[in-house]
């Protein structure tokens, strides 16, 4: 089955923040379609702007007055319908608190196993990431 990868934009409701341009170019290095989901309340702008980020094909984007705030459950139950809506294979987000405060559940929800704060993307199956407080890299 051909990749196709949903990366979870942050942002602030006017711009993106730019660690998702760095979750876009993981995301388009394990290969196939890349689409991008903007989460928020009053964030049409920030939607209309990530039309133009190069490498995404697609971008999703849910308005509700319940994504006013990043509150993990939420966020991660709107992610999960999106990528079972979506057959999406992988799911990438930045490695911040916001992205942290969803993984997990995220992971449990679709029963897979999150990879946190991936360094390199190999392929479509494998990753690097820090272990050991950072003295050691393990390829997963």
């Known amino acids: 089955r051909l990749a196709s990868t949903l990366v979870v934009a942050e942002h602030d409701n006017k711009s ?6 760095s979750a876009v170019a993981a995301a388009q290095k394990i290969g196939g379609d890349v689409s991008l989901l ?4 009053g964030s049409s702008e920030v939607a209309s702007a990530a039309a133009s980020v190069d490498g995404v094909s697609k971008v ?3 308005d509700n007055p319940t994504y006013e705030k ?6 991660c139950e709107a992610v999960a319908a999106t990528q079972k809506a979506g057959g999406f294979s992988h799911v990438v987000t930045v490695a ?18 999150p ?7 190999v392929d479509e199956e494998t990753f690097v ?3 050991y407080a950072g003295n050691a890299m393990a390829t997963v």
Do not use: Y
């Open 38 to 41: 903007v989460i928020g309340n």
């Open 115 to 121: 990879l946190p704060d991936i360094v390199q993307v």
């Open 70 to 75: 990043w509150v993990g459950e939420n966020i």
């Open 96 to 113: 911040s608190k916001k992205g942290q405060n969803f993984l997990g559940r995220l992971g449990a929800v679709l029963d897979c196993n």
């Open 129 to 131: 990431r820090p272990m």
């Open 16 to 21: 993106l923040n730019g660690s998702t341009l």
């Open 60 to 62: 999703l984007h849910i």
